[in-house]
């Protein structure tokens, strides 16, 4: 079963603020389960003791797996470390569960760097150095009231992928390449995408001006992300959008076009704390910066495909990769 892919809203959120405050309960904020597990910190958890013995926290994510996966592994981390976790993970669409780590509802969440830059505070520019493009958006977002911790190597970001037989046939392997290929044979590029991503100025119209590509709008076919895998997978398109953490890309052995000049935004995932909690509880930083310096695309596109793939629970997911990596086990 494949859970949707975040939407990428570009605009600022303030005026959605008071909005997305008063719907929070039809959104699942109003009530949320205790994470129960029978946890301890783990041989590699990188810290003595459990130093959030006593702790009151809640955890959220957005609705789509790899996010409901950070937001399990985020609890179960907090659990470990001997704090009473609430999991108000899965909420509807970005603005929702940024607003609760905003507002205090929640006290932290994983988040993605590009998100916080563009759609959070307004910029349409992205930072093209990843650990800048962090740097910026803690700086700007402590007016906020919200602290971001240093983020993962984990970047969720667009790109194009073909099936291997058409990467033979094409000989492409960078953005570029594709790009000389339209000049030189337009109708051997053939596109798959989402309809968003199809219209989006950081998506197929703002790509092509980068890049120069001469795409006829008659071999583009706009169609849902997980069809756009199948039908790359199958090559009834040259070239098909993905994501480049999701776990189908390894499962379907798509190949990833490089962005060899850096035109999508870094989307790295970092812990997103409401301030005031930190504060509270200094700790949660402690123990959460083993677990985010372990993950990166390889980790996601594998949690995310046992979910997706193969239809496994998510907090289970979460719960294995933290035990066989170390950073939990079973009490």
Not at 75 to 102: C, M, N, P, Y
Not at 192 to 213: H, I, K, Q, S, W
Not at 235 to 246: H, K, S
């Amino acid at each position: 079963m494949s859970i949707r892919r975040r939407t990428r809203a570009r605009r600022p959120v303030t005026a959605l603020a008071l909005l997305v405050l008063l719907t929070l309960g039809g959104c699942g904020l109003v009530s949320g389960s205790e994470m129960t597990d029978n946890v301890l910190p783990g041989p590699h958890a990188g810290y003595p003791g459990r130093p959030l013995t006593g702790a009151q926290l809640t955890v959220t994510s957005k609705e789509f797996t790899e996010q409901i996966v950070l937001g399990q592994i985020m609890g179960l981390v907090f659990k470990a470390a001997g704090a009473h976790v609430i999991d108000k993970t899965s909420i509807q669409g970005s603005i929702g569960a940024r607003e609760a780590v905003k507002s205090g509802t929640a006290d932290a969440a994983y988040e993605y760097t590009g998100t916080g830059w563009i759609t959070y505070l307004g910029h349409t520019k992205p930072v093209i150095d990843p650990q800048e493009q962090w740097r910026v958006v803690r700086d700007e977002d402590r007016k906020n009231g919200i602290v971001w911790l240093p983020p993962s190597k984990l970047n969720n970001t667009y790109a194009l992928a073909l099936n291997p037989a058409n990467q033979k046939k094409l000989g492409v392997h960078t953005l570029s390449d594709v790009a000389a290929l339209s000049h030189k044979n337009p109708g051997a590029v053939t596109l798959c995408v989402e309809n968003e991503f199809a219209t989006r100025n950081d998506g197929l119209p703002g790509m092509a001006r980068a890049y120069g590509m001469q795409i006829p709008s008659s071999n583009i076919r706009k169609m849902t992300g997980g069809v756009v895998y199948t039908e790359t997978k199958k090559g009834t398109c040259a070239l098909g959008e993905v994501f480049t953490t999701d776990g189908r890309i390894k499962a379907m052995n798509l190949k990833v076009l490089a962005d060899d000049k850096h035109f999508f935004p870094n989307y790295n995932a970092a812990p997103e704390i409401n301030a005031a909690s930190l504060k509270k509880y200094p700790a949660m930083a402690e123990v959460l910066a083993p677990v985010t310096r372990a993950l990166n695309n390889t980790v996601a596109q594998d949690l995310n495909r046992k979910v997706d793939v193969e239809g496994q629970d998510p907090h289970e997911v979460a719960k294995n990769w933290l035990l066989q990596e170390g950073f939990i086990k079973t009490g």
